[in-house]
Antibody
Framework: EVQLVQSGAEVKKSGESLRISCKNSGYSFTSYWIAWVRQMPGKGLEWMGIISPADSDTRYSPSFQGQVTISVDKSINTAYLQWNSLKASDTAMYYC???????????????WGQGTPVTVSS | QSVLTQPPSVSGAPGQRVTISCTGSSSNIGAGYDVNWYQQIPGTAPKFLIYGNSNRPSGVPARFSGSKSGTSASLAITGLQAEDEADYYC??????????FGGGTKLTVL
């Protein structure tokens, strides 16, 4: 059974660093890219970036480039989302999702983690 | 402001049919990229509903269907049920922004 299990809720202060995780099981981790998606309170889904666990090739949304870092440790089938200096505006739910590809430029996100809520106080 | 535009809300009575539109541009839907749809019940993670414009994964009822034409796509739900009350998001690929989502549509079952 495919599972993406994310780390637990975080409460931080502005300026602190943070890394949240997404542990994958039930499939070949290096065969599917993993994306991160933000959902601010009461708002919609925003694609942040995506990484290939096979070679760590990473793409970022222009809105998040330079604001976060996405990485993987394929020895433990885990993807990460990291901030060096949090802001109150980073308060949101963060989801990881597996990208499935069915053809050239034919993608969708088929399995999602349960979400990690991050609260940043100023 | 989302790259893909959806109505903020739609509603319908049980048993009725509702549609949710998703309007893009020549850099995403109009460029021929697939549209996918996700359902998010409040307090839970999104679940994928329709992929490749009109394909239903196993387990998704046939009441849900998707279509695409030009720079737009639609999700139709027939035989509306109370359990369909949720937020629905369209998603596509964009040549400048990579993966993009619509702003989401809240479906209320009256």
């Amino acid at each position: 059974e495919v599972q993406l299990v994310q780390s637990g809720a975080e409460v931080k202060k502005s300026g602190e660093s943070l890394r949240i995780s997404c542990k994958n099981s039930g499939y070949s981790f290096t065969s599917y890219w993993i994306a991160w998606v933000r959902q601010m309170p009461g708002k919609g889904l925003e694609w942040m970036g995506i990484i290939s666990p096979a070679d760590s090739d990473t793409r970022y949304s222009p809105s998040f480039q330079g604001q976060v870092t996405i990485s993987v440790d394929k020895s433990i089938n885990t993807a990460y989302l990291q901030w060096n200096s949090l802001k109150a505006s980073d308060t949101a739910m963060y989801y990881c999702a597996r990208r499935r590809q069915t053809g050239p430029y034919r993608y969708y996100f088929d399995y999602w983690g349960q979400g990690t809520p991050v609260t940043v106080s100023s | 402001q989302s790259v893909l535009t959806q109505p903020p809300s739609v509603s319908g009575a049980p048993g009725q049919r509702v549609t949710i539109s998703c309007t893009g541009s020549s850099s995403n839907i109009g460029a021929g990229y697939d549209v996918n749809w996700y359902q998010q019940i409040p307090g839970t993670a999104p679940k994928f509903l329709i992929y490749g414009n009109s394909n239903r994964p196993s387990g998704v009822p046939a009441r849900f269907s998707g279509s695409k034409s030009g720079t737009s796509a639609s999700l139709a739900i027939t035989g509306l049920q109370a359990e369909d009350e949720a937020d629905y998001y369209c998603q596509s690929y964009d040549t400048s922004s990579n993966w993009v989502f619509g702003g989401g549509t809240k479906l209320t079952v009256l």
